[in-house]
Structures are given as C-alpha cells and as structure tokens.
C-alpha cells in the first residue's frame, strides 16, 4: 500500500501517556508523524501500524555505533576477484530477474511480484514457511516448507508452479543452494540436521546432525564448504562438503569475560558472570577473499557488578551502571582456505541496527547489506572483503509502518535492494548506494496474515528495538531473549535470582500464573512486569493486551521425530507412573498443574512450568542448574527430590528423556 | 654518516629487526609482514634480540594483544597463553629458544598444555562451551585430536603429563576421561557430585575436584581428591583420601588454591594477617585441622600461590614486591624475584608450577625460573613509524622510528639505507623533513630541531622549542620551518643551509589548527591559524619577522561567518575544507572565497583531518571509523575517493611529497610510502623481532604487534 495516512499506535500511546521519549522526540527535531487522537484507536489496524521514530533514548549509556569493528579486519588487502552469483543462500526475498519472490511466513505463501510490487502469482505453502532460493538458470525455486517437513520445488518460468517437492526431516528452515546448482542443503530446527539433497535426483545425499536451533545455512563460492548458524549456542557451524561431510564448530562467543569479575570480591552469581554469548544467528553470508559475515546479538546475562542488579538497578542482568545486556554484532570469519584447514580469523563488529536478521552481498562493489529486525533499517558495510571494511550507509526501510524486516535481496539489474517487511507483508525497494527509496517501487500487503489484528500489533511491539518503553534505552526487545517466542537457551541474574529464559511458543495459553514464583496472575500482568524489569517506562494497556494476544498465538513448537517410537511409550508410562510421579504436577494439555509447589528448603514456592517444547528449552529448573534432561533427572541440577526418580535405571532415564522430548 | 645494511640498522638501531624468516599470520589476530628486502638478504635470519640466545628454528607469532590468561605444561618446559582478541600461542620453550606459534583454537575460555614425545598438547574450551584438542608440532603445523561439540558443556579441562589423558569436566558435574584421540577411557559421575573446577597432580595420579559452596561469612570449598587406578588402556577414577572444606576470605579462583605434585596436600590463600598472609595447608590424607603458614607479601594485593616442587610452594604478590618460596614442611621463606605488576589482570593470568612460574605482561610472557632465580620477558618489538618526509625531487624518503634513528633511502630500493647519526638524540624524534634535496630537518619530542646533510650526518644547525610538539611544517620553496606546540602557539624559523634556523618568531594567538600558504602575488601570506573561537587569522612573513603584539596579533583575526564551518585545512591556493552538515546530511566540502567548488555526502562525521596534496589535485582524509583509524584518498574535483585503508591506529605523521605522487604513513604499527593515486605501496618499513629480556619492556602495553601499515 502506498496512502501515506497512518495511525500512529506507539506514538499515540506516548503523547496519552506522557513518557519522557515523546518529548525526545520533539527536542531532537526528529520529525513527529501524525499523531491519532484517542478515538481513532479502537479502530487500528495491524497493518497500519506506524512506530516511534528509532534514534537513540539516552538511559545513562552510550548509544551503539552505527559500525565498529573490535579488532583486525580478516579480509585481504585488495578488492575480492569474485565470479560468485548472488543470492545462493536462502532468504525470505529473492530476485527472479526483475521480478521478486517472497516467502511470507505469516500466510505461508509464497509471492511473485514485478519490480513494482504488484502480485504476479502466488503459491500457498504452510504458515510459518521459512526461506526461499533460487535457481535461474533452471527456473527453479527451492522453499523450506517449515510445518510440512518438505522443501518444494517451484517453476518459475512463469508464474509458479508447484513441481516436485523433497521430503525433509522435522521442521525445515534454512536453504542453500550450490554454486553449481546440483547440491541443496536444508536446514531443519526440530530434528536438528543439516541435509543435503542431490538435485539431480532429488534425493538425499547425506545427512548431519547438528546442534539445537539451528536456522541459517550458506554455501561457499567455491562449493567446498557450508556455514550453519543457530538461535541458541554461541557458534557457527562449518561443514566440510566433500566425499565424507563433517562439521566444525566457531565460536562467536567471546573468552574473556566482558569486565573484570567480582571487583567487589563478593562470590560470583554463576560461573557465566561477565561472560557474554553469542545468540540469534538466523543467517551466514559469503562475500569474498574468503570472508563469510555472520549477523547475530550479543546476550550478558550476568553483569560483572551485582551492586543495583536487578529491576531496582535498572538492567535486565546489568548492574547499577547501566551496560545494555544486549548489544548487536556482525561477526567477520576469515577462511580463505575454505573447508581445508580448521583455522578461522574471526573479527566483530558492533552495530546499532537492531536484531541483524538477513543479509545480502553486491560481489562486485563488494558491499553487503544488513536489515535489522528490531529497528527496520539497513547497514552498508563497503569492503566487506578487505581490510579497509568500513560502513558505507545506514538508512531505514522507508515501509513507514512496522516493518519486521527479515529479509533482503540484492538486484544487480537496477543496482537496487529488495526488503521484505515480515509485519506487514509487503515489499520496499532502496538504492544499494545511499539507502534512498525508490519511489513507486513498494507493494501492497502481499498476503493476509493468519493472525488477528491485535496479535499482529502484539508482534510488532514484541520485536520492536530502541523503544524505551519497552526496555532502559530500548536497548532490548522481548525477542532478544525470545526470537520466535522462544528461549536463548540462557539464565540472567534478576532481582538476586538466577533464573532461566522461559521458553514461551504454545505455553502461554491457559498456563498461569506466570514466572518462576507464579506472581503474575494472568499473561498481562506477566507483560507488564516484564516490561517495568526490562527497565522501559512502559505499555499502555491496549498494547500489554495485543502482545498478549501474540504470545498466545504462537503454536507449540515441533518435536523431533522419535528415534525409537517404543522408547517414548515406555516414558510416557514412567512419566505418568506413581514410581516417577511426574504427572502429579506436571498434567493436563499443557503439562502443568497450574500450582505452586515447594521444591526446596530455600525457596519460595515455585510455579509448575508446563512442559510444551521441553526439547527446545535447555537448560532445566528455574536457575538452568540442569544443562540437560538426563542431568536434571540424574539428580545434578540444583533442585532434588522433585519427582521420584533417584532410583531410575539409565534406559530408564532414556526412555523418560525419549518422551519428554516428545512434548 | 654510516651506510648500514638495512636489518643492521633495525637491529641495532632500533632493538628491532625486520624480519627475514618474519612473523606468520594468524587467525584472528594479523601480524606485521617482513619489511621489504634484498633477497639475499633475506636469507640472512635476524637473531633474537636481548638476552644471549640461540636464534629460534621456526618463526613465530607474537600476541596482538595483551595476555589474559595462561597454562603452563605439568613439567614446566612449556606454555600456552590467550590474549585478549582471543589469539592464543603455544611456547615450546620457556628459556626463550623457541617463538611462540599459533593454535587454531578460537575464543578459548580454559586452556591445558602438555608436551607428549616430540609434540605438544593444547586441550582449550573454546567460548561456546565446546572443547578441542589440539596437537601442534614445533614448527607449529598443528592438527585436531579431537573436538567435543559445544551443545553439551565443557566446564573444565585439564591434561596429565606426558599428554596421554585428557580430562574433561562436563558442566552437568560428570568427568570424562580421553585418551588424545578422543577415546574415552573412564567417567566418574556421582549423583549430586557437582564440581565447578577440576586439575591434576604433577606426578598424574590424581585429581582434585573443587566443589563451590555457599558463601556464609567466608568463601568455602570443598575439595576431594580422586586417583586413577586400573591400568592405562582401562583407568578408573575414585575418591580418595579425606575431603576437606577450604575456606578464605576473598574469592577462591585457580591460582589462590593449589595442589601438590603429588596430590598429598592442598594449600590456599586464608587471609591477611598482621603484615602479610596466612596460607593454609591441608592435608589430603586426614581430617587433621589445616596448618597455618606466615607469608610476607604485602597485603594490598590477594597473593597468588602454586607448588613449584614437592613442599615447595611460591607465593606471588603480583604488584612488583618480592615473591618467597616456602618451605612447607618447615615454614622457611626464601626471597625470589618479583613477578611484575599485574595491572589488568590482578594475577589471574598466570601459573605457577613445576619449577617455574609463568605470567602474562602485556603482550610478553614472563616467566620466573625458581630453581635459578632468574626470570625473563618473552615477546616482540615492533617497528614503530614515528615520522616520514619526501624530499623535493621525490627520489628520496626519509623515515623516522619511535625508538629513535632516521634513515634515508631512495624510493627505488636502489642504493643503501642511510641511518643519520646526529649527536646527540636523547629523545624520541617526532618529524623529519626535507629542507632540499640534500638536507633534512629533524625534531625531536624535546622540542630540538637539527638540521643535517644527512649523507655525511654533518649538523649544520639546531635549534629548539620548550618540548610539546603537536605538529611540525618545513616548506623548501619558502625555507620555512613551522613547529606547532600543543600550548596552542606556532614557532616559525627561516631555515637555509647557508645561514641555520633564524628565529624563532613566535605566534601567540591561541592557534590549535593552522598550516602554511604559499604566497601567490599580490598576495604574501606564508601563515594561516584558527584559534578556538573560530578566528582565522594569516600572517606574511614580514609581519612573523615584526615581533607582533598581541594586541596586534589579536587584530589581526577575522571571525568565520556564523554557521560556518572551521576548515580542517587550507590548501596553497587557498581553498578550504571540512566537514559540515547541510541541511539535509553531512558533507565533506571544499571551499574557495566562500563558494562551494565540490562536495559529497558521508555517512558520519568521522573525518578528522584532511591533508591536501601540494598539487590540490588531490587530499588526503583521516577518518575516525569506530576506534578505527582509516585513510582515504579523494580526488578534489569530484570529492569521489580513490582508494581507502583502514590503518588500524593513530597515524603519528602523514606527509606529501612536494610533486603529490606520493604520500607517506607513519603509526605505531610501521610506516609507508603510498602512490597517491593507487593507493599502492612504494617503500614499506615494518617489522618485529623476537626479544627476551631481563627488564619489563616498556612497549608491552604499548606495542600494538597489530596489522601493520605494511600490509595495507
């Protein structure tokens, strides 16, 4: 759509409620949109969503560079010779010569348009399909259909044409394609693999397991090896393509902690104090000279100074002394050997785009573009190959609405990029030289959304970055812990607790109360508070409702498939058994009791968690003292005695870790 | 004069030599290539610098940045230490025979070293909680043992001596035990047993495992030792011995508790007491109550302990006084040598074991032999470029170094170096300029300016201003010589080979930016200044020969127009640029009578300075990247750049050559001689050589061992 009258929710919200950030706003000369009036927000629609202006909000800290690299570049010393076709790696948005093709997830739908954005053609797939890739040679479209474990195959000679599908295992999201277009490599999250596919035949060339939440995958220009990134672990993962495939693990996570530990000499909350972790990779890109660029965020849980930790603190994890818990990164690895030899130079860059989700490479300016999911903009890294890497541009989506971009593509024809806005389902066009729109060149909301409006709404305010509302200096957003309504598999220090990041895809509906000691009564509270710990100044009650809503919409995860379907009946027998007695708390459709129970002589009654995606949620107990499902049953996390299952026997334990898994 | 062969004059000029096996790349953290030279020269290898030492077999990488942490072999014959950029470096000798070499092992948390037959051991957890071992061979080709991915936690690490078991302790509490291809020998794992921390006795037998508690008015452990039995393709691991609590009242980290060799007591840092502290001894093999030793170390520093040798157990106070080594069986103390001051670390990175301690200092590594007393810094000096000058004809360059000499050389390589002896140079030289062909003009941090017939080192003048030199000018055409001082005045001599430096004349007007002009009749101006009001003012000669006033002087200043900009630079035609923001974006500018000759959008106000070339064809722009310093030449017609570099660090100087081809970088990291139009190098000069010395080096801290300028 192009009317360029909107309803402004968030700014509409803080000139109502009087927060400190509108009157930034207007002091900064930041040019305020129109604003609605009261009465005009019974009658909002998700899609006309316009947010606050994003620029930095104060809140006692410095801002983040636009981009700033710590440390030595890894690139060479001249520009890449590179014959790399662009666009060889998945995305939501890919070009199809002049015309565009998107993967929408919320509609499952993928779209044809034409420059323009108008809608050629479209092909209904399942909600929550992931990416798309593109072989033009062959006139082929390769897209992870997420909820019906297959990737399918797309003529798109004209139009598009459904032709073949490849069976995946559970739940595929990531896909690549080979420079010489005969390997397809898949991604799946629930089954945890990366699978290639023989395109010549369509069947399964060979098989990895890798590790949990796994998402993006990327092949190298010259076919000898493929990155995969994951949500919840602190790595990269480099697969040796080849005769026998392995894979190698990098690490993005840093070694030393953040600032010196316990200056105060008091003992340290966990041994993660001041560590900081690499978390939410959901893309790898090649560009030359060997140099893959791995867009990601920066999660410290447990800040170095306990002093003022906590709510009282003002930091979700930090200390007195305000330090953003969150921070966004770009991680540079060097590996002009590719796939030969298991040395990476690694190099990061700091950036202020917000949730850095996708990103596409210009091989021949050698520049790559970043969209930030949080924040709706797009950084130019110039150089991205050599060691003079520097940024070139930032400049927003110019959607003037809620974006969620989550996708990006480059399109050497017109020298242009395409952004695809997850929120409102629709297409933005920007010069790849300065990041200006190209006027005339944005489409209408490509697909309806599954969602209600209010949900919608709720999913835009979820992802939102810099809001201050939200979070102190907005430096966090409720997906920085949650992407997908997930967990970051992490614990934070919080009011004098350790505590585990709850995992929240399908738990939210009819399983309050809420946290760890049950003191929200219902999923608003819950928001709310959040919100007052994150440390933002606050949302107001239409938007707690929406970003209720959101939460909970989103479905319970998929399990992995069984590797012994006898194995998770056995468990489900134990797990229900008197001798285990784990259904005694844990019952009903969402494995929960709804009850508070007393599980330790130090502490307070705690609230049954339901146990929906219990596969997905390590680490176990409130503290996340349990790294694993058979450590917590194995008796080696902080709690004991809850359950009875001291005197299992270890296929005991397996067959009980078979079936939770299956929840 | 002295014609040197150019590794001689590194070496014995500078302590530094260029490198002629030279330092290797590394992942993650680039080093400096070898500084161009002669083939035949570069098959004559530099010795090591400092102590008498063999010169080392293979070349190797030094640290880029500070050392962080480290880990010493059980038999105190080798070392691993990471940095803080996360690089880490296997030493295979510690008596500074052998540089150290890089081990692909990225971000590691906890690392374990130890040599097995002819190669080494290096077992790290790597910072996403996965483990890798890897085996490096002395001339540091290195492959992977095996690897333990990262999705179920390494908590620990740790290798017995001679490397044939790998110890691994699991975040859930269990212990694994591998051989060094990833076989697993044994795993003891106890219900609730939940060790934070796991290390091995010297003589292999056993572990010991430190059990956290809650903190309840002191800090507490609890240790249980665990021995090996079974036999060496099936060992088993067990409680032995007597668990005891230890307790003190500071923090319990690695290198405050400590295990003896053969794992028969444990002592820890109590508490301070009276003038020093209490170290506890407890033995393993009872529940006899601990047994208290005094330690003299003073107690503003936590001191750091481990057991150098059966009942011999030093005690570090790592803030530069004396450590002991205690007796432990009879409580004598015996002096040895300070380890030094640990101002980023509080002692954490060090070890202590094995006859020897080991200690990151800066980007060295120090280590302490007990046995002899002796200790020694291990590490590298970097070439660094202080100034660089090009003489009129732009046949020569002249460079000069941080640590203190000049050296002259043509452009094209032809011909020997020559390294400028003139007298006496006590302090670091800051600027070197051609005066003429023939003629250089040297400065000094001290403020001295000494101008010299650089083939023959003949000093024909000297001259000098009260040290704080910011800046320094020389102008062949003119004869001028201006020096810049951060006081915010400018002193300006006339200066000729026939008649010396006259002046000084020197300009009080609170200038903090200025540069000179070329004057272009009618116009005479030589001088043009900004003081920090935004006053320019331009001076002629005659008026600097005046002894002007100050009333005079401030007379002379005219306003910039409100909104204006400051210009970065004033080029000899007289046109300005800068930086400012238009409306709409920010823009780099040049200016001429107050109109806009060109402009173009950047990102950020992130330029710095701008050096326009003698020619105004071309300019050359500083830019300030994120903590990043980066160059970039533009073309000053269209504004658009020609070609960029990101250097890494401050540039110490940036100078044109007279006819604009060429301009030279210096910074910390080297310097370089660039073709102005391509951005190529013409001359480089880097380079690092292997040092062990006896004192604290004074650049460890400061010695970037970065990307150089060379490998632009």
């Given amino acids: 759509m192009r009317s360029t009258s909107r309803i402004v929710l968030a700014l509409s919200s803080l000139a109502l409620c009087g927060v400190a950030a509108g009157a930034q706003a207007r002091s900064k000369s930041v040019p305020v949109k129109q604003i609605a009036s009261q009465k005009q927000i019974g009658s909002i629609h998700a899609m006309d969503i316009i947010e606050e202006p994003q620029f930095f909000h104060g809140g006692g800290f410095m801002p983040a560079p636009d981009f700033a690299l710590d440390g030595q570049p890894v690139g060479g010393a001249k520009a890449p010779v590179s014959t790399q076709p662009a666009g060889l790696h998945g995305s939501s948005v890919a070009m199809v010569g002049t015309d565009v093709l998107v993967v929408d997830a919320d509609s499952g739908t993928l779209i044809r348009t034409d420059r323009a954005g108008t809608k050629l053609a479209s092909l209904t797939l399942g909600v929550g399909a992931a990416q798309v890739v593109v072989d033009d040679a062959a006139n082929r479209a390769y897209v992870t259909d997420r909820k019906h474990d297959r990737v399918v195959v797309v003529d798109i000679a004209d139009g598009l044409t459904e032709v073949d599908a490849l069976r995946t295992q559970a739940e595929p999201f990531g896909v690549a394609l080979s420079p010489d277009r005969g390997t397809l490599l898949v991604t799946t999250v629930a089954d945890k693999s990366l699978t290639a596919f ?66 105060t000499g008091l003992p340290k909350t966990s041994d993660d104090q001041g560590r900081s972790f690499a978390r939410n990779a959901f893309a790898a890109v090649y560009a030359g000279n060997g140099v893959a660029v791995v867009p990601h965020q920066l999660s410290t849980p447990h800040a170095s100074n306990e002093f003022g930790a906590g709510e009282g603190g003002g930091g979700y994890g930090g200390g007195g002394n305000f330090a953003a818990p969150i921070t966004h990164r770009l991680a540079f690895l060097g590996m002009p050997d590719q796939g030969t030899k298991s040395s990476v130079d690694t190099a990061f860059a700091t950036t202020s785009v917000h949730q850095p989700r996708a990103a596409t490479y210009d091989a021949a300016s050698d520049t790559l573009f970043v969209v930030g999911y949080g924040s709706d903009d797009v950084l130019a890294v110039a150089d991205v190959s050599q060691a003079g890497v520097h940024m070139a541009w930032k400049a927003p989506v110019p959607s003037g609405r809620a974006c969620g971009a989550d996708g990006i593509a ?117 928001v709310t508070n959040t919100v007052s710990r994150l440390g933002g100044t606050g949302l107001n009650k239409q938007e707690i409702r929406d970003v209720a809503a959101f939460l909970e919409s989103v479905p319970e995860p998929r399990t992995p498939q069984p590797e012994e379907k006898v194995a998770v009946a056995r468990g489900k027998k134990l797990f229900e058994s008197d001798a285990t007695g784990c259904a005694e708390c844990h019952s009903g459709p969402l494995l929960t009791d709804r009850s508070l129970h007393q599980i330790a002589p130090d502490l307070p009654a705690v609230d049954t968690p339901s146990l929906v995606g219990l596969a997905n949620s390590a680490p176990y107990y409130h503290d996340g003292s349990a790294p694993t499902l058979q450590s917590l049953l194995r008796g080696k996390g902080s709690i004991h005695g809850m359950g009875r299952t001291s005197k299992l026997s270890e296929g005991q334990v397996s067959d009980l870790v078979a079936y939770m898994e299956s929840l | 004069m002295r014609m040197m062969r150019p590794l001689c004059v590194w070496a014995a000029a500078c302590l530094i030599a260029a490198v002629a096996c030279g330092p290797k790349n590394d992942g993650g953290t680039a080093m400096p290539a070898p500084a161009p030279i002669a083939e035949s020269e570069a098959e004559e290898p530099t010795k090591p610098v400092g102590l008498d030492l063999p010169r080392a077999e293979f070349p190797g990488v030094a640290h880029s ?8 072999c059980p038999t105190g014959t080798c070392a691993a230490s990471r940095d803080t950029l996360g690089g880490v470096r296997l030493w295979t000798a510690l008596d500074g025979s052998a540089e150290p070499q890089p081990v692909p092992l990225t971000s590691v948390r906890t690392m374990a070293v130890a040599k097995r037959g002819d190669a080494y051991l290096v077992f790290g957890i790597e910072g996403s909680s996965g483990a890798r071992l890897i085996s490096m061979r002395p001339d540091g080709s290195s492959r992977e043992g095996f690897a333990l991915p990262p999705f179920e936690p390494v908590q620990h690490v740790a290798l017995a001596p001679g490397g044939e078991r790998a110890i691994v302790l699991m975040k859930d509490g269990s212990i694994r035990v591998y051989d060094p291809k990833g076989t697993l020998l044994t795993t003891f794992d106890e ?60 923090a319990i980290e690695d290198t405050s508790i400590a295990l003896a060799p053969d794992a028969s007591e444990v002592a820890v840092v109590g508490r301070a007491k009276n003038d020093g502290w209490i170290v506890d001894r407890f033995d393993l093999a009872s529940d006899a109550d601990p047994t208290p030793l005094e330690v003299k170390v003073t107690q503003s520093a936590q001191p750091r302990i481990g057991f150098v ?8 106070s790592n803030e530069g006084t004396l450590s002991w080594l205690i007796d432990t069986k009879t409580g004598d103390l015996r002096p040895r040598t300070s380890a030094p001051q640990d101002f980023n670390h509080q002692g954490r990175a060090q070890w202590i074991g094995a006859q020897r301690q080991v200690m990151g200092y800066g980007n060295f590594l120090f280590v302490h032999d007990v046995d002899t007393r002796k200790h020694r810094f291990l590490g590298y000096g970097a070439t660094q470029g202080a100034g660089v000058g090009l003489s009129p004809s732009g046949e020569h360059v002249a460079w000069a170094y941080v640590q203190g000499p000049v050296v002259v050389e043509r452009l094209d390589g032809t011909g020997e170096p020559i390294s400028i002896d003139f007298g006496n140079n006590n302090f670091h030289t800051t600027r070197v300029r051609f005066l003429d062909e023939d003629h250089v003009v040297i400065v000094d941090s001290a403020g001295e300016a000494t101008l010299v017939h650089w083939a ?50 020197i300009v009080a007007d609170e200038a903090y930016r200025l540069g000179l002009l070329r004057p272009t009749p009618p116009s005479e101006l030589v001088l043009w200044t900004l003081d920090s009001k935004n006053t320019m003012r331009q001076y002629t000669l005659d008026e600097l020969r005046s002894d002007l006033t100050a009333a005079q002087s401030e007379a002379m200043g005219k306003a910039m127009e409100a909104g204006k900009p400051a210009p970065l630079a004033i080029d000899h035609l007289g046109r300005h640029y800068g930086v400012r923001w238009n409306g709409t974006n920010l823009e780099m500018f040049i200016d001429h009578d107050g109109k806009t000759v060109a402009s173009k959008s950047v990102p950020s106000s992130d330029v710095n300075q701008v050096l326009p070339s003698p020619t105004g064809d071309r300019f050359l722009a500083v830019l300030n990247r994120g903590g990043t310093v980066s160059v970039s030449m533009h073309d000053s017609t269209t504004m658009e750049p020609l070609w960029s570099y990101a250097t890494g660090v401050f540039n110490n100087d940036t100078s044109w050559s007279a006819d604009g081809r060429y301009v030279g970088l210096a910074a910390n990291t080297g310097a370089v001689l660039l073709d102005s139009a391509t951005g190529k190098p013409v001359r480089k000069r880097c380079g690092l050589a292997f040092q062990a010395l006896s004192a604290p080096p004074q650049n460890a801290f400061s010695s970037p061992n970065q990307r150089s300028l060379c490998d632009l």
Avoid at chain 1, 469 to 480: E, F, H, L, Q, V
Avoid at chain 2, 205 to 225: C, N, P, T, W, Y
Avoid at chain 2, 456 to 463: F, P
Avoid at chain 2, 468 to 479: A, K, L, M, S, T
């Fill in chain 2, 65 to 72: 940045a500070n050392i962080d942490a480290v880990a010493m």
């Fill in chain 2, 456 to 505: 023959s080192g003949t000093v024909l003048a000297r001259a000098g201003v009260m040290g704080n030199v910011r800046n320094v000018w020389v102008d062949p055409e003119q004869g001028l010589l201006v020096i810049d001082r951060h006081n915010n005045e400018v002193w300006v001599y006339e200066a000729s080979v026939e008649k010396g430096f006259e002046g000084p004349y």
């Fill in chain 1, 410 to 526: 480059f399109d050497a024809g017109s020298d242009e990029l395409v952004v695809f806005c997850s929120l409102s389902r629709s297409t933005h066009r920007m010069t790849a030289r300065s990041g200006s729109q190209v006027s005339d060149a944005q489409s209408d909301e490509l697909a309806k959304s599954h969602l209600s409006a209010s949900a919608q709404r709720g999913q835009a305010i979820f992802r939102r970055g810099n809001s201050p509302r939200i979070s102190t200096g907005g430096a966090m957003a409720c997906t920085s812990c949650h992407a997908e309504a997930r967990a970051d598999g992490l614990t934070w220090f919080l009011e004098g607790n350790v505590l585990q990041t709850p995992f929240l895809s399908g738990r939210m509906k009819g399983s309050a109360p809420f946290k760890w000691d049950g003191t929200d009564a219902d999923l608003s509270a819950s």
């Fill in chain 2, 309 to 316: 040798g059966p009942e011999r157990l030093l005690v570090s």
């Fill in chain 1, 198 to 263: 023989d395109l010549s035949t369509g069947f399964e060339a060979w098989s990895l397991t890798v590790g949990p939440e796994p998402r993006g995958v990327a092949i190298s220009p010259n076919g000898k090896e493929a990155l995969v990134t994951f949500l919840t672990t602190g790595v990269v993962g480099r697969v040796a393509l080849g005769d026998d495939p392995r894979i190698d693990y990098v690490s993005m996570d840093p070694a030393a902690p953040s600032s010196t530990i316990n200056p």
């Fill in chain 2, 191 to 250: 219900k609730r047993f939940q060790p934070y921390s796991v290390r091995v006795s010297a003589d292999g037998k056993h572990l010991l495992a430190l059990l956290r508690m809650e903190r309840s008015g002191d800090f507490r452990v609890e240790v249980q030792r665990l021995s090996f039995g079974g036999t060496d393709e099936a060992p088993t691991l067990a409680r032995s011995g007597v668990p005891h609590i230890v307790r003190s009242t500071f």
